[in-house]
């Protein structure tokens, strides 16, 4: 008869101890509520998913004896090629050990890194359907992708995201994060929260990757980049043009909030002698995306063919990105800035294009729709003090008000003086910092 793997039986005996909290951020992430539903926590490596594993657990704990959350990592290499049929030991262990829950109790499993065991998935959705217990399972690789995740089990997962830190989590990292709305910030707050929110734009918000100096960070940052391609992209999908791939991510990164184009991406990257199609880099494009390294923000239209014709917007995931990838020096405050935005308007769970006016050419950087079909046409502007720029900016919003009917318009901005500088009767002027810090919480 087999027995229980020592390495997993230990795993089980320290998971029924008592722990305290970890000493780490707390995060701003929601997750659903909904019976029934495996909840798999996705994201880019290294982005603070399995801290964010331990917090839940934590909270879990707070209020009922740790039995009732259980967290175990797959990520030893003892526990290399484990059999699916462990699991069912491992369950039956924990029950034998409190027989009195099993039925009675919701448990909740946080099984991390649990895709390295082949199999896994039969077992989750198998005792989801026979047992009262709630997992979350999470890991750091492609077959742990939102398709796949949903996929292997069946449509009963749900999926959340955890992302490098938010501004606001970045400054609760530093222990800077404000206790008193904008309005009542002394000047003293606003002057740290805007070199903060300066320095988030360099460094971006990975967990590890604060308090680096550049010299370490960025090859930190580049190591993440180059894990997540060689594992996740080339590795996971057999991609055999790697030289492309490369081109492809370093563009993308070093070029934040631009225009994404297959047709246009394709000439440029058969000129630096890669031979590829277009198909080829539609399906590069995916995997970049599917591993959570760029977003592409499509044109708001109601016509398949319009938005077809015109090309994306791409963002990459943290802003610290930018400088890792680009060694030119160009500050990219403006990009940056705009990118910072985007991804918290992502975290914010809303639906995100960009708008473009067909006869003037005018653009918004973003129209966004929360669940309840409220639409936000948010412009994003690092100095609108630069020749005609603040003019231009305010005439795309107009346009594009009189094209979406019934949506709010935003001009971010860099800082409170700039935000005084601008009058408009239907426009509302922020900080970008304080947008960031005054948004709804997931």
Not at 90 to 112: A, G, I, K, N
Not at 417 to 422: A, H, L, T, Y
Request: charged letters at 30%.
């Amino acid at each position: 008869m087999a027995s229980l793997n020592p390495v997993l039986l230990d795993q089980l005996n320290r998971a029924l101890l008592p722990t305290p909290r970890p000493k780490s951020t707390r995060r701003d992430i929601y997750l659903p509520d909904i019976p029934g539903k495996v909840h798999a926590v996705i994201g880019m490596r290294r982005a603070g998913k399995t801290t964010f594993l331990k917090q839940l657990q934590a909270d879990r704990r707070e209020e009922n004896p740790p039995e009732h959350a259980i967290y175990l990592s797959f990520d030893d290499d003892r526990l290399a090629d484990l059999d699916v049929s462990q699991l069912d030991l491992l369950l039956e262990e924990y029950y034998r050990r409190h027989p009195d829950l099993r039925d009675s109790v919701e448990v909740h499993w946080f099984l991390d890194e649990v895709q390295l065991v082949e199999g896994w998935e039969r077992f989750v959705r198998r005792v989801s359907d026979t047992e009262r217990v709630r997992f979350v399972v999470s890991g750091s690789s492609a077959k742990m992708l939102s398709r796949e995740v949903h996929t292997s089990l069946r449509g009963r997962s749900v999926a959340t995201v955890v992302s490098p830190f938010s501004f606001r989590e970045y400054l609760r990292h530093r222990e800077d994060e404000p206790q008193e709305p904008p309005e009542r910030w002394t000047p003293a707050t606003r002057s740290l929260i805007e070199e903060r929110f300066r320095a988030y734009l360099r460094a971006g918000g990975f967990p590890e990757a604060q308090g680096l100096e550049t010299r370490d960070r960025i090859p930190l940052l580049q190591g993440y980049v180059d894990s997540v391609l060689l594992r996740d992209v080339v590795e996971r999908y057999d991609v055999s043009q790697v030289g492309a791939l490369r081109w492809l991510v370093r563009f993308l990164l070093r070029n934040p909030a631009g225009k994404v184009s297959v047709r246009k991406l394709t000439d440029d990257i058969s000129s630096q002698g890669h031979a590829v199609g277009r198909d080829t880099v539609g399906t590069l494009l995916d995997h970049v995306t599917d591993a959570f390294l760029v977003d592409l923000v499509p044109l708001a239209t109601e016509s398949d063919r319009r938005q077809s014709r015109n090309p994306m917007v791409g963002y990459p995931v943290d802003t610290g990105l930018v400088q890792a990838f680009d060694a030119s020096g160009r500050p990219h405050t403006g990009h940056t800035l705009e990118t910072a935005v985007f991804n918290e308007l992502n975290r914010r769970g809303l639906d995100v294009s960009y708008v473009k006016d067909p006869v003037s050419g005018s653009e918004v950087d973003f129209l966004s729709r929360d669940y309840e079909g409220n639409d936000d046409l948010i412009q994003v502007c690092a100095d609108p003090t630069v020749g005609t720029t603040l003019d231009r900016e305010l005439r795309a919003l107009d346009e594009a008000v009189s094209a979406h009917r019934g949506a709010s318009a935003t001009l971010l901005v860099s800082s409170r003086d700039e935000s005084r500088r601008v009058s408009h009767p239907t426009v509302t002027v922020v900080p970008a910092y304080e947008w960031l810090l005054t948004g709804p919480a997931r």
